[in-house]
Each structure stands twice: as structure tokens, then as C-alpha cells.
């Protein structure tokens, strides 16, 4: 009896509520990086030629690949959603494993990036920013807290999307409910939008 | 209870045509930051990035066949950025005149 209780309440997902669900949590998530972009946008107005100077610090290559590979990655994340709702689950398999691999990707240069500025003396809290102008030192402090916050998101996007790979392989995650897969991949978008303005915001400054 | 559940395929030709076009938009900030456009240099730069998220909110996020609920809280979570945004500059344009 119980037992077919269960299945009825199974078979009903509300799939409207639960993408809501998911968008409300994006909304927090917006205004939390948004928060941050109000930061860099008043202290850009008082120190605009410092934060061009401290923008050219940045590697502007490792940038662009970063850009190109979270772009990659987020079409994979789209088309991984497409072969499921195909009943492909291979492909599903194969475009989720790409998408994670990219996210590595990703972190793998920004360890490269941060230990280059490391290497130049240029943290929170180094001798060099310390003794330079107040506007370079909190163009970094704004690019280690954005580029970090953006990271960990990154990390946890990564999270999800393994955890859908596995509930995939499962057949826990199918043709016929995809949700999950649906929001991780909301998420991992999400991710991708904010480094889309992230990288002209701090590589690209003028 | 909503029996037309959106269930919308987006086919891969579509997508690879959005990631083209995304691509191409990086290509094409990372040369105009090379141009010096005085104070247009941040707009420009903006309108880029906006186009580029306009593309992955319609297509890769599916905004596009979205029901109007999430279409019109998603405008007025972004609205309402833009309120904060411009607020504080009536705070801080003033602030610093010397």
C-alpha cells in the first residue's frame, strides 16, 4: 500500500516548481556576485587608471582560454541536457565528462595564473601592495575575492555535475526525469555568466 | 497539474550556432580592448558581455521557451541589480569632486 503511495507521489514532479526553485537560487546568487561588481564599479569611478594599470598585470591569454573553455563547456552542458531528453544516454555520459574535464581544465590554469602572481609579489596583504597606491591594492583585493568566490563556484559546479554523471550512469537520472541534470546545468550557466563579465571587468580594462 | 510541460529540444546545430556566436563575441572584446575608445571603453565592453550572456540565458539556459514566471522574476532580479548599481552613483560620483 505504502509502497504504492510512494510511486504515485514519484511519478509527479512538479518540473515547473522545481526549475523555479532552481532560478530563485540563481537570483541569490546574482545579487551575491552583484554585490561585489557594485564594489569594483565605485572604486573603477576613483581609481580608473590604477585598475587599468593593475589590469595589465594580468594575463590576458590565460584569460581568453579560460573564457573559451568555460564557453565549451556550458555548450557540452547544453547538449548533454539534448541527449538525454533523446534517450542518448551515452553521449549524456560522454558531454558530462567533457563539461567536469573542462572545469579542471579551467582551475588548473587559474593555479597557474594566481602562482605567477604570487611569484610577483602580488597577494593580499604582500609587501607590494601594501606599500603601492590604495587603487591597486584593492584591484586586487577585488580580483582575489571575485576570481576566488568564482573558483569555488566552479568547483562546486563540478560537484554537481559529477554527481548527475553518476545518478546518469545509474539510470536514477533518465529521459523521462532530467531535472537534476536541468539545474546543473542552470548552475554550471550560471558560472559561465559571471566569468563572462568577470574577464572584460578586470582583463580587459582599458 | 500543468499538462504541457515545456519540453523543448534544442538540437546540437543550434547550440554549436549560439557557442559560434559566443566564441566570435570573445574574439571580438579581447580586439576592442586593444582600441583605446576613451570613455566609451567600459559601455562597449559591457554591451559585449551583456549580448554574450543574452545568448547563454535564451539558449543554453533555455530562458527562451521558459514559462513567464522565471522570465519575469529573472527581469526583475536583474532589474533591480541595476537599481543598486546606479543608486550608489549618485553617492559616489558626488563624493570625491576634488
Redesign the interface.
Same mark, same amino acid.
Given at each position: 500500500m505504502e509502497k504504492k503511495i510512494d510511486k504515485t507521489i514519484d511519478k509527479s514532479i /512538479?518540473?515547473?516548481g522545481v526549475?523555479?526553485g532552481m532560478?530563485?537560487f540563481l *537570483?541569490t546568487e546574482?545579487?551575491l556576485f552583484?554585490?561585489l561588481?557594485?564594489l569594483y564599479?565605485?572604486y573603477?569611478?576613483?581609481f580608473p587608471d590604477l585598475f587599468a594599470q593593475g589590469g595589465k598585470e594580468l594575463n590576458?591569454v590565460l584569460g581568453?582560454v579560460n573564457?573559451?573553455v568555460l564557453? %565549451?563547456s556550458?555548450?557540452t552542458?547544453?547538449?548533454s541536457i539534448?541527449a538525454l531528453?533523446?534517450g542518448k544516454k551515452g553521449q549524456t555520459i560522454s558531454l558530462l565528462l567533457f563539461s567536469i574535464f573542462c572545469g579542471a581544465v579551467f582551475l588548473v590554469n587559474k593555479y597557474f595564473e594566481w602562482s605567477a602572481k604570487f611569484h610577483h609579489d602580488i597577494f593580499p596583504n604582500s609587501a607590494t601592495l601594501q606599500d603601492g597606491p590604495d587603487g591597486l591594492n584593492i584591484f586586487f583585493g577585488l580580483y582575489y575575492v571575485i576570481t576566488g568566490l568564482h573558483g569555488l563556484h566552479v568547483i562546486i559546479g563540478m560537484l554537481l555535475l559529477t554527481i548527475t554523471l553518476v545518478l546518469v550512469i545509474k539510470e536514477r537520472v533518465h529521459k523521462d526525469r532530467f531535472q537534476l541534470l536541468?539545474n546543473s546545468?542552470?548552475y554550471w550557466?550560471l558560472v /559561465?555568466?559571471i566569468w %563572462?563579465?568577470v574577464?572584460?571587468?578586470f582583463y580587459?580594462?582599458? | #497539474?500543468?499538462t504541457q510541460?515545456?519540453?523543448h529540444? %534544442?538540437?546540437?546545430k543550434m547550440?554549436?550556432i549560439?557557442?559560434a556566436a559566443?566564441?566570435a563575441l570573445?574574439g571580438v572584446?579581447?580586439a576592442v580592448?586593444s582600441v /583605446?575608445?576613451g570613455v566609451f571603453?567600459?559601455p562597449v565592453?559591457?554591451l559585449?558581455?551583456s549580448t554574450?550572456?543574452t545568448l547563454?540565458?535564451l539558449?543554453? #539556459?533555455?530562458m527562451k521557451y521558459?514559462?513567464r514566471? %522565471?522570465i519575469v522574476?529573472?527581469i526583475s532580479?536583474?532589474v533591480?541589480?541595476g537599481i543598486?548599481?546606479s543608486l #550608489?552613483?549618485f553617492d559616489?560620483?558626488f563624493r *570625491?569632486f576634488s
Open positions: /512538479d518540473k515547473t526549475r523555479i532560478w530563485l *537570483y546574482i545579487i552583484g554585490g561588481f557594485v564599479a565605485a573603477f569611478h576613483k590576458r581568453t573564457t573559451a564557453l %565549451i556550458s555548450f552542458v547544453a547538449a539534448t531528453q533523446r536541468e546545468g542552470l550557466h /559561465d555568466l %563572462i563579465f574577464f572584460p571587468l580587459l580594462v582599458l | #497539474m500543468n510541460e515545456s519540453q529540444i %534544442i538540437s546540437y547550440l554549436g549560439v557557442l559566443l566564441l570573445t572584446t579581447v580592448s /583605446d575608445l571603453n567600459v565592453a559591457l559585449i558581455a554574450k550572456a547563454v540565458l539558449f543554453f #539556459m533555455h521558459e514559462s514566471v %522565471i522574476s529573472f532580479a536583474v533591480f541589480l543598486l548599481i #550608489m552613483f559616489v560620483a *570625491y
